[in-house]
């Protein structure tokens, strides 16, 4: 900890573990059993509460709360997780919740941008390089794919799962999964096509972004049911890493689909 900047007024448990370079503002405080790796910087007035970890070079802005415990009523007491990667912003008054016994763990991935209000619910499995907008929120035991984007205000219910490059609507009601690369939008939320945008940006081939269109075409378009529209997904087009992930994706639903 001799290598990271306290302010005077921030209170660090004897037992945090502060990383090499690390900026603590004012008024921030660091509670037991946390460990901040190297490079990160906490602007003020930040509560990170543990257990919990977090990897290199992590911003977290004013009046974040990072790591409390669970809001689920059925937690006894226990040690509970929280695991994050690097190099994430946090804005102000994002909140995370550990998990709700010591047996899971709530995981964010590296490199997500999470903007002001954005909460991420107790058991949560987040992955790399998403972007949350303002108060864009997650219930207990949703899982987000790498490269999703949450429109603000959008709500995802317990259990949901988002996809790989999946983005969603401004005000978007979530109670079913969202396939990868589709937009999903409106209250509830409806399938509105293929998030071409967010592909083209991580410079998708386009043989690749055609084939994911013709699935869409065939999920969403045709007179198919979900289990006809994979049936024919899998006989009419290339088994590529793209339409492999999608196919699987739904089959390995629970709560269905958003049609």
């Not at 190099?87 to 964010?108: A, C, D, L, P």
């Not at 949703?142 to 401004?170: K, P, S, Y």
């Not at 084939?211 to 869409?216: L, S």
Request: hydrophobic share 35%; with cysteine; charged share 20%.
């Amino acid at each position: 900890m001799s290598d990271a900047q306290i302010h005077a007024t921030a209170i660090v448990d004897v037992s945090a573990e502060i990383g090499a370079g690390t900026v603590v503002g004012p008024y921030c405080i660091i509670g037991a059993d946390v460990v901040l790796g190297p490079n990160c910087w906490l602007q003020h007035h930040v509560t990170l509460c543990g257990p919990m970890r977090a990897g290199a070079g992590n911003k977290f802005y004013a009046s974040c709360s990072i790591g409390q415990q669970t809001q689920d009523l059925k937690y006894q007491g226990e040690p509970t997780y929280l695991e994050i990667g690097d190099e994430n912003t946090f804005r102000e008054f994002v909140t995370i919740s550990r998990s709700t016994t010591s047996e899971g763990k709530t995981r964010v991935g590296s490199r997500g941008s999470f903007l002001a209000y954005s909460h991420i619910g107790h058991d949560c499995q987040v992955g790399n390089e998403v972007v949350f907008s303002n108060n864009g929120t997650l219930a207990g035991h949703v899982e987000v794919g790498d490269n999703a984007v949450m429109g603000g205000l959008t709500a995802v219910h317990q259990f949901c799962r988002i996809g790989r490059f999946a983005i969603t609507g401004g005000c978007s009601k979530i109670v079913q999964d969202v396939p990868p690369f589709m937009i999903a939008d409106g209250n509830p939320a409806e399938i509105r096509g293929v998030n071409l945008i967010g592909l083209e940006r991580k410079n998708y081939p386009p043989e690749s972004v055609k084939w994911i269109k013709e699935a869409f075409r065939l999920i969403y378009r045709s007179k198919y049911n979900t289990r006809q529209a994979i049936e024919a997904v899998r006989k009419e087009l290339p088994q590529n890493e793209e339409i492999t992930l999608l196919v699987e994706f739904i089959e390995k639903s629970e709560r269905g689909i958003i049609r």
